[in-house]
């Protein structure tokens, strides 16, 4: 994002916190912490979203109505500045000053004491979302955490906490995550700027996988092509991990393993997007390996394909996610009841669609499953959301999905994703095409 115009936003993210927060008391957040492996250091959403910080042990604190920022930072490391380059640190104010608009800068160990005197502080109490992190996935992984009788360990902000607690045991601690959570759940013209270019790049890594597809091939290889372009359009890598899944696979809506061969007769997902400037995108497309859909595939992928856009055409401001769905299922009701289905399973699968509400599924922003429930209320402009029609077929574990990004807009929608093919017949002439395992095929 265009440097000027982030600080402005950080600032103004900054204020709108402040006017959340009573006088007197004030917001800390701390970053994420060292990892100590040979990794490429990235900061939680929480504190970026405040200020674009991403070095190692940073702690934020913005006060109450104010909205007056510091950040504390850790003092200079000569070894590893001489190994890895210049890092921001405590010594180096005019630097932090210019890269973050944030005027006072103090060492991490000062915070103690200039939290003494507060009555009220705003800190999360939940684990802050890093590298390919979900709220919704790390609560899972905390769960399972606690539920070993070996393990149990606490998060860095559960740490945090505790020694709040420990240093200023007066305080009362309030949860900050609420506040962050619903100013994230409409996003900026800065934050769709950056999200349309994560979809455009989503869009185009699918695109070029389809290209990749050959039977006999594997569905890293799919992944690895995804990643490739990733990369060089400047993303850090996936927001999440890659989804590529062939035939059988498909029924494990989240599979993840991507180490089986791809046959010919079967169809592929591939479900995955980068993590760009903090932010990404969500996807989801399934072709032939042969590359062409057999008749059951059109049957069903088709069906799914024509739900999506009817969804697409109805997502508008001032409504309802529940309303947009109930109205798209009663354009497709006809088309299910005079489909000519070649089985009865389809039949009743394609009826269920019919009352299922989450065809309009989760927010998209900073993670893949944003922490906003834009479901709670009307839709308004900002809101950006996965459209992710969904058919299961249990009796025969089939699972047909088509997803793209979304954002709501004053009169409408705009699908963030659009480039990726999405009619059937597009698809199969993608996939005639040459990709990139063709000019750099796997050594063997």
Not at 88 to 104: D, F, H, R, Y
Not at 140 to 160: A, I
Not at 260 to 284: F, N
């Amino acid at each position: 994002m265009d440097k000027e115009r982030s600080l402005v936003e950080f600032n103004q993210r900054r204020r709108a916190l402040a006017g959340k927060m009573e006088a007197g008391s004030c917001a800390v957040i701390p970053g994420r912490g060292h990892t100590g492996a040979f990794d490429i250091f990235r900061q939680n959403n929480e504190l970026y979203y405040l200020c674009g910080v991403a070095v190692p042990q940073a702690y934020l604190v913005v006060e109450g109505e104010t909205g007056k920022t510091r950040i504390y930072l850790p003092g200079r490391d000569e070894k590893m500045e001489r190994s890895e380059g210049v890092s921001l640190n405590c010594e180096s104010a005019t630097e932090v000053q210019e890269a973050t608009g944030i005027s006072e800068v103090r060492s991490y160990h000062d915070l103690d004491r200039d939290l003494r005197e507060r009555k009220v502080i705003y800190c999360p109490k939940v684990p802050g979302e890093g590298r390919q992190v979900c709220r919704d996935t790390m609560q899972h992984g905390r769960k399972v955490n606690q539920e070993d009788p070996w393990d149990g360990h606490l998060s860095r902000e559960e740490q945090f906490l505790e020694k709040v607690a420990a240093a200023v045991p007066q305080v009362e601690v309030r949860d900050l995550v609420p506040l962050l959570d619903e100013m994230r759940g409409c996003k900026s013209d800065l934050e769709i700027s950056a999200m349309r270019k994560a979809g455009a790049i989503t869009a185009q890594a699918v695109t070029e996988a389809m290209r990749s597809t050959v039977p006999g091939g594997w569905e890293y290889q799919l992944a690895a092509i995804a990643e490739y372009v990733f990369r060089v359009n400047g993303a850090d890598g996936g927001a999440y991990r890659p989804i590529v899944a062939g035939g059988a696979n498909i029924w494990n809506a989240h599979y993840y393993r991507n180490h089986c061969q791809l046959i010919e007769g079967d169809l592929v997902l591939l479900d995955y997007a980068p993590d760009y400037h903090y932010y990404t995108s969500d996807i989801g497309r399934m072709w032939p390996v042969s590359g062409i859909y057999s008749p059951q595939q059109r049957e069903l992928y088709g069906y799914i394909v024509e739900y999506h856009k009817t969804l697409l055409g109805l997502i508008r401001p001032g409504v309802m996610a529940e309303e947009v769905e109930n109205e798209a299922a009663a354009i497709m009701r006809p088309v299910v009841e005079e489909t000519a289905w070649s089985q009865e399973s389809f039949r009743q699968g394609a009826e269920a669609t019919l009352d299922f509400h989450g065809h309009l599924s989760h927010g998209v922003g900073m993670a893949v499953h944003d922490v906003w429930n834009y479901r709670k209320e009307p839709l308004k402009p900002g809101v950006v959301l996965a459209l992710d029609p969904q058919m299961w077929i249990k009796e025969q574990e089939i699972y047909i999905r088509v997803e793209d990004t979304v954002v709501v807009t004053a009169d409408g929608v705009e699908n963030l994703t659009a480039d990726a093919p999405l009619e059937l017949d597009e698809v199969e002439t993608v996939i005639q095409e040459q990709g990139l395992l063709h000019a750099f095929p796997p050594i063997l």
